[in-house]
C-alpha cells in the first residue's frame, strides 16, 4: 500500500538558515510526489511537485526538492529561510494513476523559524 | 488552475446535529474530494465524488455518516451526521484534473460541543 512518511514532527530553524525537510514514499510503481504548505487559519497551497524527468524541481518561495528513486525520498530544501515560512509543511503520494486528486498525505512537519 | 469555495469557513455545533459543507468550484471538473484533517493530524481522504454517480468512500468512512451530494460538474457537499466531539476537524474539498495538480478549498474548521 501507498504511504508516506515524514520524520521529522517539529522543526525549529533560524532564519538565514538552511532547511531540509524529509519525506520517504512507499509507492509500487513511479511516483507522483507534492509539497504542500499550510499556514494557520489557511488552505494548502501547492509548493512543487515531481511527475517525472529532472530529479531536482524548482518550486515556489525558493523551494526546492530532490527525487531519488533509490532511497524512495522526496526532500524539500531551501537554502535561507524567511520568517514567513513558518508553518506546516505536507509532502504527497499521487494515489490514482490517472488524477492528481487522490493523495496520500504524511504526517506534516511544524516549522517554527526563530528570530 | 481552479478557485474553489468552501461554506460555512468554521461552525459549532451540538453533538447529535449534522452539518452540510458545501464546495463551489469555479469551473467544470469530473472528479473533486473530500478530505478530513484532524486537529494536529494529516489529511486523510474521505471519498471521491463524481458527477452522476455515487460517491466511492475510503476506508473507514461511511456513506450513513458522511453522504456526499454531486448534483452538478461545478458543486458537491458533504454532510456530516449525528456529530461527536471526534468529529471536530477541518473538512476540506479538492479537485485535481490529471496529472497537473490538486487544488484545495480554505477549508471547513468545525468543532462538536
Known amino acids: 500500500a501507498q504511504s508516506v512518511t515524514q520524520p521529522d514532527i517539529h522543526i525549529t530553524v533560524s532564519e538565514g538558515a538552511s532547511l531540509e525537510l524529509r519525506c520517504n514514499y512507499s509507492?509500487?510503481?513511479?511516483?507522483?510526489l507534492f509539497w504542500y504548505v499550510q499556514s494557520p487559519g489557511q488552505g494548502l497551497q501547492l509548493l512543487l511537485k515531481?511527475?517525472?524527468?529532472?530529479?531536482l524541481v524548482q518550486g515556489i518561495k525558493g523551494f526546492e526538492a530532490e527525487f531519488k528513486r533509490s532511497q524512495s525520498s522526496f526532500n524539500l530544501r531551501k537554502p535561507s529561510v524567511h520568517w514567513s515560512d513558518a508553518a506546516e509543511y505536507f509532502c504527497?503520494?499521487?494515489?490514482?494513476?490517472?488524477?492528481?486528486?487522490?493523495?496520500?498525505f504524511g504526517q506534516g512537519t511544524t516549522l517554527q523559524v526563530k528570530p | 488552475s481552479a478557485v474553489i469555495s468552501q461554506k460555512p469557513s468554521r461552525d459549532i455545533c451540538q453533538r447529535g446535529t449534522s452539518l452540510t459543507i458545501q464546495c463551489q468550484v469555479d469551473?467544470?471538473?469530473?472528479?473533486m474530494f473530500w478530505y478530513r484533517q484532524q486537529p494536529g493530524q494529516s489529511l486523510t481522504l474521505i471519498a471521491t465524488a463524481n458527477q452522476g454517480s455515487e460517491a466511492t468512500y475510503e476506508s473507514g468512512f461511511v456513506i450513513d455518516k458522511f453522504p456526499i451530494s454531486r448534483p452538478n460538474l461545478t458543486f458537491s457537499t458533504l454532510t456530516v451526521s449525528n456529530m461527536s466531539p471526534e468529529d471536530s476537524s477541518i473538512y476540506l474539498c479538492?479537485?485535481?484534473?490529471?496529472?497537473?495538480?490538486?487544488?484545495f478549498g480554505q477549508g471547513t474548521r468545525l468543532t462538536v460541543v
Open positions: 469551473s467544470q471538473v469530473t472528479m
Open positions: 479538492s479537485v485535481g484534473e490529471g496529472w497537473t495538480e490538486a487544488f
Open positions: 509507492y509500487g510503481a513511479t511516483p507522483y
Open positions: 504527497a503520494v499521487g494515489a490514482s494513476s490517472s488524477n492528481t486528486g487522490k493523495l496520500i
Open positions: 515531481y511527475f517525472s524527468g529532472d530529479t
